[in-house]
């Protein structure tokens, strides 16, 4: 009898090692992750962290909300690798109604251990933007094949129609949620939470990293049946890093910081003298502007031409008088701000693909930017030009520098800048010979704001 018994007990072990894990029904946790935005960093750090804190908690189920209208292909690679890695189950609920999981949303739909949509809402158009007429043919065939590839695997780890996923790529295929569930893209259609965990009680998921589907079985990691009796929620919010870094991941927020920044910078610096809070603020405004474009695709080409911007502003007030470099650098400025962001970039230079129509700067932003850009030089302008035609703060009266001595800054071949009494000045050679760099000037005549002056018998320093 004791023989019968311990066999009976060694049956019964075995048999548990076979069958799959059920997860208890009694205290048993779900956590629910939102994310309806735009696929960035910011959202692969929310994911990760999700994950994690929620594996800490002992919840036995994540539920992940999503409605997003795509985002960065190398940051959603990064959470599908989260998601396929994950130690617990992750269900990804295109919720609510309404509500779209295209592009990038599309891969991370197709990676969850189940998918899941609302009545309303649809899922596809997972072609990378900056194809097609933006991009030469072999640079489009190359990104979507490499697209289509990576959800391939995703498709084949988890059991979906393959087929009918590439087609979301390879011709910006959508579909519905009856549509997706009919094509075995998703697993079910729910209304809302509560229908989801009922409707995920008994379902088998595999747990453990690429756990693929062969004949209808499962292999590779560990198994696992859902059941989702007496489960009770609770949701895993942002922390408030996370939500200022994804406020700051606001193409129009991280304009509007970097024009703030540049217009203090030159007042601080060409307004005189001490007045310490617009540089302040202005490095303030620059240094939130760059962790803003650390969480974007920023394109080189816009932020090349902010960047001429600055410069040809900082020649403007310089060598004041001559219009052209500002008018030029307002054009540029607004400019940046309309290409800093998005997929207009050369190929070899472009970011990450991105299906994000919305992450463009606003154009009314950049019209207003532009309007106090121009108001804030034609102010500075203004003032030096007042300054030096009156003489009041210190400025020299320009009648009174005929027979100044002073040196050239800036090499005249005729034209360029000298500086006389304790200022630079646009001036142009009499005799229209080069005078370079360091040689002593004499002024002959005053045109305006620009110098006649000639090559001087005189040493500046024998002036001082």
Same mark, same amino acid.
């Given at each position: 009898?004791?023989?019968?018994?311990?066999?009976?007990?060694?049956?019964?072990?075995?048999?548990?090692?076979?069958?799959?894990?059920?997860?208890?029904?009694?205290? !048993?946790?779900?956590?629910?992750?939102?994310?309806?935005?735009?696929?960035?960093?910011?959202?692969?750090?929310?994911?990760?962290?999700?994950?994690?804190?929620?594996?800490? +908690?002992?919840?036995?189920?994540?539920?992940? =909300?999503?409605?997003?209208?795509?985002?960065?292909?190398?940051?959603?690679?990064?959470?599908?690798?989260?998601?396929?890695?994950?130690?617990?189950?992750?269900?990804?609920?295109?919720?609510?109604?309404?509500?779209?999981?295209?592009?990038?949303?599309?891969?991370?739909?197709?990676?969850?251990?189940?998918?899941?949509?609302?009545?309303?809402?649809?899922?596809?158009?997972? !072609?990378?933007?900056?194809?097609?007429? /933006?991009?030469?043919?072999?640079?489009? !065939?190359?990104?979507?094949?490499?697209?289509?590839?990576?959800?391939?695997?995703?498709? +084949?780890?988890?059991?979906?129609? =393959?087929?009918?996923?590439?087609?979301?790529?390879? +011709?910006?295929?959508? #579909?519905?949620?009856?549509?997706?569930?009919?094509?075995?893209?998703? /697993?079910?259609?729910?209304?809302?939470?509560? /229908?989801?965990?009922?409707?995920?009680?008994?379902?088998?998921?595999?747990?453990?990293?690429?756990?693929?589907?062969?004949?209808?079985?499962?292999?590779?990691?560990?198994?696992? =049946?859902?059941?989702? *009796?007496?489960?009770?929620?609770?949701?895993?919010?942002?922390?408030?890093?996370?939500?200022?870094?994804?406020?700051?991941?606001?193409?129009?927020?991280? #304009? *509007?910081?970097?024009?703030?920044?540049?217009?203090?910078?030159?007042? +601080?610096?060409?307004?005189?003298?001490?007045?310490?809070?617009?540089?302040?603020?202005?490095?303030?405004?620059?240094?939130?502007?760059?962790?803003?474009?650390?969480?974007?695709?920023?394109?080189?080409?816009?932020?090349?031409?902010?960047?001429?911007?600055?410069?040809?502003?900082?020649?403007?007030?310089?060598?004041?008088?001559?219009?052209?470099?500002?008018? =030029?650098?307002?054009?540029?400025?607004?400019?940046?701000?309309?290409?800093?962001?998005?997929?207009?970039?050369?190929?070899?230079?472009?970011?990450?693909?991105?299906?994000?129509?919305?992450?463009?700067?606003?154009?009314?932003?950049?019209?207003?930017?532009?309007?106090?850009?121009?108001?804030?030089?034609?102010?500075?302008?203004?003032?030096?030009?007042?300054?030096?035609?009156?003489?009041?703060?210190?400025?020299?009266?320009?009648?009174?520098?005929?027979?100044?001595?002073?040196?050239?800054?800036?090499?005249?071949?005729?034209?360029?800048?000298?500086?006389?009494?304790?200022?630079?000045?646009?001036?142009?050679?009499?005799?229209?010979?080069?005078?370079?760099?360091?040689?002593?000037?004499?002024?002959? !005549?005053?045109?305006? *704001?620009?110098?006649?002056?000639?090559?001087?018998?005189?040493?500046?320093?024998?002036?001082?």
């Amino acid at each position: 009898m004791r023989h019968i018994v311990a066999l009976l007990f060694v049956i019964v072990g075995f048999g548990g090692l076979m069958l799959p894990n059920v997860l208890s029904a009694e205290s !048993s946790l779900v956590a629910i992750l939102e994310i309806d935005e735009p696929i960035l960093p910011v959202t692969s750090r929310f994911l990760v962290r999700g994950i994690e804190k929620a594996d800490e +908690e002992g919840a036995q189920l994540i539920i992940v =909300t999503l409605d997003t209208p795509g985002g960065m292909l190398d940051v959603t690679r990064d959470i599908v690798t989260s998601i396929i890695e994950s130690p617990i189950p992750v269900v990804v609920y295109v919720y609510p109604n309404g509500s779209h999981a295209a592009s990038a949303g599309t891969f991370i739909a197709a990676s969850a251990h189940v998918a899941a949509m609302a009545p309303v809402s649809n899922i596809g158009a997972a !072609s990378p933007v900056g194809l097609g007429k /933006d991009l030469p043919p072999t640079i489009e !065939s190359k990104t979507r094949q490499d697209a289509a590839a990576e959800l391939r695997s995703i498709s +084949e780890i988890r059991g979906r129609n =393959t087929q009918v996923l590439e087609t979301t790529v390879m +011709e910006a295929m959508a #579909y519905s949620s009856s549509e997706a569930l009919e094509k075995n893209i998703i /697993d079910i259609v729910a209304n809302n939470i509560e /229908d989801l965990i009922r409707k995920l009680d008994g379902i088998t998921v595999c747990i453990g990293g690429e756990c693929r589907v062969r004949d209808g079985n499962l292999e590779g990691g560990e198994l696992f =049946t859902i059941n989702t *009796l007496n489960m009770e929620t609770f949701e895993i919010r942002k922390t408030v890093l996370e939500k200022f870094l994804g406020f700051l991941a606001n193409p129009t927020v991280a #304009y *509007l910081l970097l024009a703030l920044g540049v217009i203090g910078i030159f007042i +601080e610096f060409f307004m005189g003298a001490g007045l310490i809070m617009p540089g302040f603020a202005g490095v303030i405004c620059l240094a939130l502007s760059f962790v803003a474009m650390n969480q974007l695709p920023v394109n080189w080409v816009g932020g090349g031409l902010i960047l001429i911007a600055i410069i040809l502003f900082y020649l403007e007030l310089n060598i004041p008088g001559s219009s052209i470099f500002g008018v =030029t650098g307002v054009i540029a400025f607004a400019l940046g701000g309309l290409f800093l962001f998005g997929d207009f970039g050369l190929p070899g230079f472009a970011t990450e693909p991105i299906e994000t129509p919305g992450l463009r700067v606003n154009p009314f932003a950049v019209i207003g930017v532009t309007v106090v850009t121009a108001g804030t030089l034609f102010f500075v302008l203004k003032s030096i030009l007042g300054a030096q035609r009156s003489g009041t703060t210190g400025r020299t009266l320009s009648d009174d520098l005929v027979g100044q001595v002073g040196v050239v800054k800036v090499i005249l071949d005729p034209e360029g800048v000298v500086h006389v009494a304790g200022e630079d000045w646009s001036a142009v050679s009499d005799s229209e010979d080069i005078i370079y760099e360091g040689n002593d000037v004499m002024v002959s !005549s005053v045109d305006g *704001l620009k110098l006649n002056v000639f090559k001087s018998p005189v040493r500046s320093e024998d002036v001082l």
